[in-house]
């Protein structure tokens, strides 16, 4: 009998996979996932054109102290600079045009120089040997970037991108088949309820797990490229990077098998998505002030604890983001796994029995 449900289960999951995947009305999902990869290509982009990575200092360069920033003035010359701070890290020049005070067109030799500091770029631009304009980037550090991608990680992707990808996906299991008025070919069928239920779920979560790891290894290789390869080998073989990144992969599966079963569920109780979806959502954030209980019945509780980084909470932060960053009620990893596997397969069996009773009228839906 077990063989027997389990090839059913099979069957319904090679059924739906397709379905799931390449649905018209779920396309949409694909541009959400993609979403968080842009920004991290462009950042990658920014980061590497004004080189604010840690730069690749030349044997003898010179690094420039605070006090000696502070001390490049305009109108200073060419010659003053380098006799006292030394030839610039990179120099670049060309002749541009330039409008004068009468409006006549002239020539000007303009020379772009970069020094460094101990954290920022000094960025130079000197017309006929003299400099007209300053400015000072910050460098981006490895470190921050580390903390970049979790707040990313945690406030973006895995509170929006997942959770609205996980909406679009399980809630058409059954109500997408209930629109195209084709569920009843599976009630039908002579496989028990439960067996269709957890086929579908199966398939749902294959499609999500795979769309956002994917997304999420994408945007982790995306704001690497922005370093150079001996920093990204020290992070991953030295500062538990590996780890790290498994993490990462491994939080993302298991928002999709929550918020997964969380919206199967609603799927077989509301017509309409944005009644639940808003409903989650609201608890999903008030989960910090909610008592103790309570909090163990949001996906996000558990999800926090697995993150492999904790966003440091600055005094100068709103409120309410102090309160989305704190996690007063740490749990361990085990537990969090145990607990967000327990929660979701509760919400499974209860939808189990709705699904028994389930019956169709397509003239009403």
């Given amino acids: 009998m077990i063989g027997t449900w389990w090839a059913q289960t099979i069957a ?38 004004f080189r604010l990575a840690d730069p690749k200092i ?21 010659e003053q600079l380098v006799s006292k701070f030394g030839p610039p890290a990179t120099s670049r020049k060309r002749t541009a045009q330039k409008f004068d005070e009468d409006g006549n067109e002239t020539s000007v030799e303009r020379e772009n120089m970069r020094y460094y500091a101990a ?19 910050r460098r981006f550090t490895f470190e921050q970037n580390n903390y970049a991608f979790a707040g990313v990680f945690q406030f973006f992707f895995i509170r929006l991108a997942v959770f609205f ?22 009630l039908l069928a002579p496989i028990r309820r439960e067996i269709l239920l957890l086929g579908k779920y199966l398939a749902g979560l ?4 795979v769309i956002f790891t994917a997304s999420a290894g994408l945007q982790m290789i995306a704001t690497f490229s922005a370093f150079d390869s001996n920093t990204i080998s020290r992070y991953l073989y030295q500062e538990n990077g590996l780890s790290q990144i498994a993490a990462y992969l491994g939080v993302t599966v298991l928002a999709c098998v929550g918020y997964g079963s969380v919206f199967l569920a609603a799927g077989l109780l509301y017509r309409n998505p944005i009644i639940p979806a808003a409903i989650v959502l609201i608890w999903e954030a008030a989960n910090p002030l909610l008592p103790a209980l309570l909090k163990k019945f949001s996906v996000i509780y558990y999800l926090k604890a697995l993150c492999p980084l904790q966003i440091p909470a600055d005094p100068g932060m709103p409120a309410l983001l ?24 509760i919400v499974l069996g209860a939808s189990s029995l709705k ?11």
């Fill in 206 to 209: 294959l499609a999500a797990s």
């Fill in 355 to 365: 699904v028994r009773t389930l019956e169709i009228n397509y003239t009403t839906e």
């Fill in 12 to 49: 319904v999951v090679r059924l739906e996979i397709k379905k799931t995947f390449f649905a018209r009305r779920g396309l949409w999902i694909y541009l959400l996932a993609l979403a968080p990869v842009a920004l991290f290509t462009m950042q990658a982009v920014a980061v590497r054109t």
């Fill in 119 to 137: 954290a920022s770029n000094v960025n130079l631009i000197l017309e006929n040997g003299v400099v007209s304009t300053t400015f000072i980037n």
């Fill in 165 to 186: 990808g996980c909406l679009g996906i399980f809630m058409n299991l059954f109500r997408g088949e209930m629109l195209d008025k084709s569920l009843h070919y599976y």
């Fill in 58 to 78: 030349p044997a003898g360069g010179h690094i420039l102290s605070q006090q000696e920033v502070e001390e490049i003035k305009t109108g200073m010359t060419r």
């Fill in 322 to 345: 102090q309160m989305l960053v704190s996690n007063g009620d740490p749990i361990s990893s085990y537990l969090a796994v145990f607990g967000l596997l327990a929660l979701s397969i």
